[in-house]
């Protein structure tokens, strides 16, 4: 397949009734006022209609009223979740599939924790939007799966005396939700000398680290990936050690996506993820709007089979073609959206170069996320 043709895997472009355009988050149509929800099965944002009883809604049209929702139970909190619980789900749980992901919140009694929150849980919501359209398991660890899901300790630190340390752990991901305030994660983006820091790409990084526990430590996919990665059974500790002090070792671009992956095998694993989904999401975005990089020309040497990883349980047909047109595709939007950003006086849009390593690490992650997904043509 050319990557001119590409389709986007997971549309990312709604309408309202009234035919405008609405967005991922969004819980009332500014022109007809129709209300909105995000329905994360069909990873649609659907106007609404009230469904019968009070508080149910069903999509607007849908006068047999099959499918009929409630709201979140964070619909009326600072985070304004414009997600919906199926009617059949919702009897069980108040919150959404993502908010239910939730364990441990800061102190919402300060209304300084109450707006990180709220912008915390807004990525937070696109990652799950995202692992949920990709057909990977994602169960709340508190209330669905006690053994294997997952959970979120959304803490707020007080500084040095009490820091929060973002990371994953059995299950559950820590992120400190100082990172929503922008000057803050600007100075440690500073300081550490990172070209990126997000919130969001935190949030992809760990969730990198959770499904490793879930799709490669007891599987097929763990000898191929110590071939590729590097043996994760390497002191761990020490490695970030020698990271913080020393640095990462030269020449590292020619192998790693990131400094930080250069720290460890499985810190190389979880930035790839996190690539992996800023790649997928944002090129989804784009095709959904009908935005082309295909005439800018900027793509000279487009990646061809060479990078593509080898190893592993048998690839099914269909699986390497559609990840050669993502990947030059990604290239192709990068560099034009990159000379965008630079007209604006801004840093890059996408501040990282792909070496051909890097992008057999990507194709890996491209074959263990898809086979859990059970996915043949993604
Ligand atoms: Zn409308
Ligand atoms: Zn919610
Ligand atoms: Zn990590």
């Not at 109450?114 to 990709?134: F, G, H, N, P, T």
């Not at 790693?256 to 090129?283: C, N, Q, R």
């Amino acid at each position: 397949m050319h990557w001119r043709q590409l389709s986007p895997m997971v549309h990312r472009a709604f309408r309202c009734r009234c035919g405008r355009p609405v967005f991922f988050g969004n819980t009332r149509c500014v022109a007809c006022e129709a209300e909105l929800g995000y329905d994360s099965a069909s990873a649609t944002v659907w106007p609404l209609e009230p469904g019968g009883d009070e508080g149910v809604w069903r999509r607007h049209g849908d006068h047999d009223g099959a499918l009929r929702y409630r709201r979140c139970a964070n619909f009326g909190s600072a985070v304004a979740c414009s997600w919906l619980i199926p009617l059949e789900e919702s009897a069980r749980f108040a919150q959404c599939r993502s908010c239910r992901l939730n364990r441990t919140l800061p102190d919402l009694g300060q209304p300084d924790n109450q707006r990180l929150w709220a912008r915390v849980e807004s990525d937070k919501q696109r990652l799950v939007a995202s692992l949920i359209a990709l057909g990977l398991p994602v169960a709340s660890r508190t209330v669905e799966d006690t053994e294997r899901g997952l959970a979120f300790d959304l803490l707020r630190g007080t500084g040095a005396a009490q820091p929060v340390m973002t990371g994953h752990l059995d299950g559950v991901i820590t992120l400190d939700v100082d990172e929503a305030d922008d000057a803050r994660r600007e100075a440690i983006r500073e300081k550490m000398d990172e070209p990126y820091r997000t919130v969001l790409g935190h949030l992809r990084h760990e969730s990198g680290h959770y499904y490793w526990a879930r799709l490669v430590e007891r599987g097929a996919w763990l000898a191929p990936f110590r071939t590729l990665f590097g043996d994760e059974r390497a002191d761990y500790g020490e490695a970030l050690r020698r990271h913080h002090a020393d640095g990462p070792p030269a020449g590292w671009q020619g192998s790693f996506v990131s400094a930080y992956a250069s720290s460890h095998p499985w810190e190389d694993w979880a930035e790839t993820w996190a690539h992996y989904l800023h790649i997928l999401d944002t090129l989804d975005t784009a095709l959904s709007n009908g935005l082309d990089a295909a005439r800018s020309g900027l793509l000279r040497d487009p990646f061809g089979t060479a990078v593509l990883f080898r190893g592993g349980p048998a690839p099914r047909a269909g699986d390497e073609p559609p990840f050669l047109a993502l990947i030059n595709a990604w290239i192709e939007l990068t560099g034009v959206l990159n000379e965008l950003s630079r007209s604006m006086g801004e840093r890059d849009f996408y501040p990282f170069v792909l070496s051909d390593a890097a992008v057999t690490k990507l194709h890996f992650v491209h074959r263990v996320m898809h086979e859990a997904a059970g996915k043949v043509d993604a």
